[in-house]
């Protein structure tokens, strides 16, 4: 008989077991060491006491958690990639009688074993799928967990260390306790064609089926056609989702999916559920400042949220498959999805590799086919690199390899499509192909954009455009006039050109009736080795906000033209000091989606302008005007919306960089300043500066942010820095190449 009570465990986790499995999160109760063990014995070495001897080195950690939370931007190290161990004790107590016990794993990079006392139970290769290990032999009561995970460097597995990201390690999304009863399934597969819902018929199911408003519209087996009547379908604005209810026996699994289709037009535009829909859309890195890979649920939920409100309706999940609970919420947010595995660069290896890249998509696909936003399944990126295995590109076992993983992937799902991209040699394989397009940053002028867009357009019969736009570090702007048509900008780093470059890009796709659409690269800045001179040492820059999610100002071009909500945003909100001569008339750009718009400039009206797309920069919300010397409010007003910045306007010229000002903004934010020998501000300088403190304090650095780095490149000649304080005092000390280090005392 199974038992129902209520369970308590030693990480203080409460469930109450009703009918079905019970699912238990492990986050709480965990030491960890960053280097390899002997054995398990020495993981749980007995002192006198009977408890595990006491290590200075092991810490106690809360899951999610990943051992490159910081060393992944830190610009004095290389990150670390080798082997590191958790320990717990878990109480088991499974209520159903002959019962299965597993632990299960949404993630953990890159390798894991999975130990009970001394007896390995189970292990796993690849950092992104979800995975289980049955403990239930080990029996009940308090058992010694310990888990050793290992991102070494091996090019026998996917993704490869060439790859423009970290190959973070550690338990970096959650592990559950899992109690089954004796008869059960790990998973159940759905699948929507149409109106008919086909529920895993590999098993014997009994099926209940909810629509939206909790209304059941279908009760039954499995067995029998399944075809929902009067269907609300699933749409980006109406993200209608339906919920399954299936028996098992004794085990219940509940997932929700949504109908709803779709169409990539040969040489022409998407359409989902019969409309042409733009895919406006974005890529994300499971990565954040201060914790590396394992975000938190509400760090993740931010981040979707803050897409959507972007008014993107795409995202492509580079380069593996993410944690479930984004999935879940580009379900219930309405982001059509492009997944893939992690093949990415390097080449192709032998068949430990070409094995690993089958089973990651099979269990990607498995793991994720009920969810209505997916769309694409991605076979892999950039696959053209060589560098692995040899200096040239081995083509013939790349297509091998790639046309093997696109039949598999119709085998399992025959209503999704397959795409990759930047692999030319392989662009017929697929179903839909993305080439390498960066007008104005690695190649030609952002105007020559609709060119090179409408030759892929024509050349590829399902062309969709993945990846384009360019590097921007936070806080640095530039006065003087851009070009349009000068030719690629790649340095430039100033958000004043990416905005630029962004918003031409989304003026021409707006008028591109045969465009399928695209995804700009990317939204958030990420931790990658390969980038160890960025303005932000080791951070991929092309984020529209930073790595912490703070907007840039380019988040604000997407949103004017993307969202449906009201916004109105004034471009400089990080910019203090605005330079010229007096008298000089200064563009004041203003980025907002309403049809009229009223600049003032120190109180006084400069005009009303209305919104022109064709009117580039800004739509037509752009203004020319003359600034006071010292301090000037802009603000911007629509019908229903205001905005309002102020900043200081400087007139004086500069000469060499001599002096460094080091200023507290805030009682936690410090300001370095470079000045030549007058003591003015060099404001177009971008020079090394680097932070240092003694005393009482401590700098909040390694965050891979323009205010949280101790090592970063001057922003229009100021860098910042954040720090953490109890009462004491601190000397903070900043430096910047041969000009005589500064210090200040709190």
């Given at each position: ?9 030693s ?23 960053r ?28 899951l999610p958690h ?10 004095a190290?290389n ?18 009688d ?12 890159q390798k ?5 006392g001394?007896?390995?139970m189970?292990s ?30 091996d090019?026998?597995?996917?993704p490869?260390?060439?790859?423009d990201?970290?190959?973070y ?13 004796k ?12 109106h ?27 067995r029998?056609?399944?075809t ?12 209608q ?7 098992y026996?004794?085990q ?20 989902l559920n ?5 895919l406006?859309?974005t890529?994300?890195?499971?990565d ?18 803050q897409?959507?409100d972007?008014?993107?309706?795409f ?6 498959q ?7 919420l ?55 690199w ?13 297509r ?22 930047r ?16 007008a ?29 736009g360019?590097?921007?570090?936070a ?25 630029r ?11 591109m ?21 960025n303005p ?10 930073e790595r ?12 004017s ?8 945003h ?8 605005r330079w010229g ?12 989606n309403?049809?009229?718009v ?5 109180g ?5 302008h ?11 919300f752009?203004?020319?005007?003359v ?12 019908s ?13 010229r ?12 805030n ?23 680097e ?46 190449g ?9």
């Amino acid at each position: 008989m199974r038992k129902r009570f209520i369970l308590s465990f030693s990480t203080c986790v409460l469930a109450v077991i009703t009918s079905a499995q019970v699912k238990l999160p492990l986050d709480k109760g965990w030491q960890f060491i960053r280097q390899d063990m002997a054995n398990t014995w020495e993981v749980f070495r007995p002192a006198k006491t009977g408890k595990p001897e006491s290590i200075p080195l092991w810490q106690d950690v809360t899951l999610p958690h990943c051992y490159n939370a910081d060393d992944g931007v830190n610009h004095a190290v290389n990150y670390y990639q080798g082997p590191a161990w958790y320990r717990t004790t878990l109480h088991v107590d499974n209520p159903y009688d002959n019962g299965h016990t597993l632990l299960e794993f949404e993630g953990s990079g890159q390798k894991t074993q999975v130990y009970v006392g001394s007896r390995l139970m189970g292990s796993h290769v690849g950092g992104y799928d979800r995975w289980t290990v049955d403990i239930t032999g080990c029996g009940a009561g308090d058992l010694p967990i310990a888990i050793r995970c290992d991102n070494s460097r091996d090019v026998e597995m996917i993704p490869s260390d060439m790859s423009d990201f970290c190959l973070y390690g550690g338990l970096y999304r959650h592990v559950n306790l899992l109690y089954m009863p004796k008869d059960y399934i790990e998973d159940v597969r759905i699948d929507v064609s149409g109106h008919t819902v086909t529920i895993d018929p590999r098993y014997d199911l009994q099926v209940e089926i909810f629509d939206t408003r909790g209304q059941r519209v279908f009760k039954g087996s499995n067995r029998q056609p399944i075809t929902i009547k009067n269907p609300a379908y699933w749409d980006v604005d109406n993200p209608q989702l339906y919920t399954a209810r299936i028996r098992y026996g004794e085990q219940l699994i509940e997932k929700r999916f949504g109908l709803r289709t779709f169409e990539f037009k040969e040489h022409g535009p998407f359409y989902l559920n019969g409309r042409r829909l733009l895919l406006n859309g974005t890529h994300r890195h499971e990565d954040h400042a201060g914790v590396g890979a394992a975000m938190n649920d509400c760090q993740i939920r931010r981040e979707i949220q803050q897409i959507k409100d972007m008014g993107a309706n795409f995202i492509r999940l580079g380069h593996y498959q993410q944690n479930d609970l984004v999935l879940q919420l580009c379900d219930s947010l309405g982001l059509l999805v492009w997944e893939e595995i992690p093949w990415c660069r390097g080449g192709v290896g032998g068949e430990r590799y070409q094995q690993q890249a089958r089973r990651m998509l099979t269990n990607m696909i498995n793991q994720h086919r009920h969810h209505p936003s997916v769309i694409l399944w991605g076979l892999g990126n950039e696959n053209d690199w060589p560098g692995d295995f040899s200096d040239k590109v081995d083509t013939i076992g790349i297509r091998t390899l790639m046309s093997s993983l696109n039949t598999l992937a119709h085998q399992l799902d025959p209503h999704r499509l397959t795409t990759i991209r930047r692999c030319d040699f392989c662009a017929d394989i697929v179903d839909v192909y993305s080439p390498s397009i960066w007008a104005g940053w690695y190649a030609r002028r952002f105007t020559d954009y609709s060119e090179m867009e409408q030759d892929a357009i024509n050349r590829y019969p399902r062309f969709l455009h993945a990846e384009w736009g360019g590097d921007s570090h936070a806080g640095r702007h530039a006065e003087s006039g851009f070009d349009i048509e000068a030719g690629d900008r790649n340095g430039d780093w100033s958000e004043s050109y990416i905005v630029r470059l962004y918003d031409w890009h989304l003026k021409e796709q707006a008028q591109m009736p045969n465009l399928t659409g695209t995804a700009f690269w990317t939204f958030k800045d990420f931790c990658t080795p390969l980038r160890p001179d960025n303005p932000i040492p080791y951070v991929n820059q092309k984020g529209v906000t930073e790595r912490d999610g703070t907007p840039k100002e380019s988040y604000y071009v997407f949103q004017s033209y993307w969202s449906k909500k009201p916004m109105l945003h004034i471009y400089g909100h990080s910019w203090p000091v605005r330079w010229g001569n007096e008298g000089e008339p200064k563009e004041i750009l203003v980025y907002s989606n309403q049809p009229e718009v009223e600049l003032f400039v120190n109180g006084i009206s400069a005009g009303r302008h209305h919104r022109d797309m064709m009117d580039y920069p800004a739509q037509g919300f752009h203004w020319n005007v003359v600034l006071k010397k010292g301090i000037n409010t802009i603000k911007a007003a629509s019908s229903v919306l205001t905005d309002e910045i102020t900043f200081e306007y400087q007139t004086e010229r500069w000469g060499k960089p001599a002096t460094i000002r080091l200023s507290r903004i805030n009682d936690n934010l410090i300001e370095a300043q470079l000045c030549d020998a007058n003591g003015i501000r060099c404001l177009d300088n971008s020079d090394w500066m680097e932070f240092s403190i003694i005393g009482d304090g401590k700098l909040l650095e390694n965050q891979g942010t323009s205010t949280g780095s101790r090592r970063i490149q001057a922003a229009n000649g100021r860098a910042t820095i954040r720090v953490k304080s109890q009462t004491g005092d601190y000397i903070v000390g900043v430096r910047c190449g041969k000009i005589k280090a500064v210090e200040g005392t709190r």
